[in-house]
């Protein structure tokens, strides 16, 4: 069965700092890559995506993340944060013709 | 474009009524619709998948008969919790996949159900 692995749980950085969430999932065959974010009090929003193409994907707000297929990791990354990027991080992975599956999450505190 | 809206927003039942939850694609036509569940601090979890037309699916361990969906639209799908108990009190989430953008999903809001 698809499952997706977050192991951050609560992640504390202070403005400015480098971000990398990690995410890993467990599902041998072709599959679709995603993060969202939740920010307080709102409803999930797309960061980015990766169906296929280049592994180093660009998403919104500066983030970005790689597909390493042999890692089976999508780990999404930012090179400075900010105060307003307090937020929870999902990763889900889509395998085709199944359901969206998500990691735990992991919650990103950025100290001004 | 590309909004979907749950209503209501939040709602408070009495044990052993039954709620309904609607998921609204505004502005595209979703094939499929989704319906998490979100406890508090938790991830999503995917109760079922529902087609336009036909019978929705399941995850293992959500009781249908309790959790009724009707997707009788492109456009509309509707969750209604039965003879709802406290344990039921959670965040809902409904989505949508537009088929014009890769099928990609497209989260409503969400709704806050409180059992008491």
């Known amino acids: 069965a698809q499952s997706v692995s977050q192991h951050n749980h609560h992640v504390i950085l202070s403005e400015a700092a480098s971000l990398e969430l990690g995410c890993n999932y467990s599902?041998?065959?072709?599959?679709?890559l995603f993060w969202y974010v939740q920010y307080p009090g709102q409803h999930l929003q797309l960061l980015l995506k990766?169906?296929?193409?280049?592994?180093l994907v660009k998403g919104i707000k500066g983030f970005e993340a790689e597909f390493i297929k042999s890692k089976f990791s999508f780990n999404l990354r930012k090179p400075s944060v900010q105060w307003s990027d307090t937020a929870e991080y999902f990763c889900a992975v889509n395998a085709w013709g199944n359901d969206m599956r998500f990691g735990a999450g992991t919650r990103l505190t950025v100290k001004p | 474009g590309a909004v979907v809206s749950q209503h209501p927003s939040w709602v408070i039942c009495k044990s052993g009524t039954s709620v309904k939850i609607e998921c609204r694609s505004l502005?595209?036509?979703?094939?499929?619709m989704f319906w998490y569940r979100q406890f508090p601090k938790q991830s999503l979890m995917l109760m079922a998948t529902?087609?336009?037309?036909?019978?929705?699916?399941?995850e293992q361990g959500v009781e249908k008969d309790k959790f009724l969906i009707n997707h009788a639209s492109l456009t509309l799908s509707t969750l209604t919790v039965t003879s709802a108990h406290p344990e039921d009190s959670s965040f809902y989430i409904c989505?949508?996949?537009?088929?014009?953008?890769?099928?990609?999903?497209?989260f409503g809001p969400g709704t806050r159900l409180t059992v008491t």
């Open positions: 989505s949508a996949d537009h088929r014009d953008r890769d099928y990609e999903q497209y």
């Open positions: 502005d595209f036509q979703a094939t499929t």
């Open positions: 599902y041998g065959g072709t599959v679709n």
């Open positions: 529902s087609n336009e037309g036909s019978k929705a699916t399941y």
């Open positions: 990766y169906f296929s193409g280049d592994p």
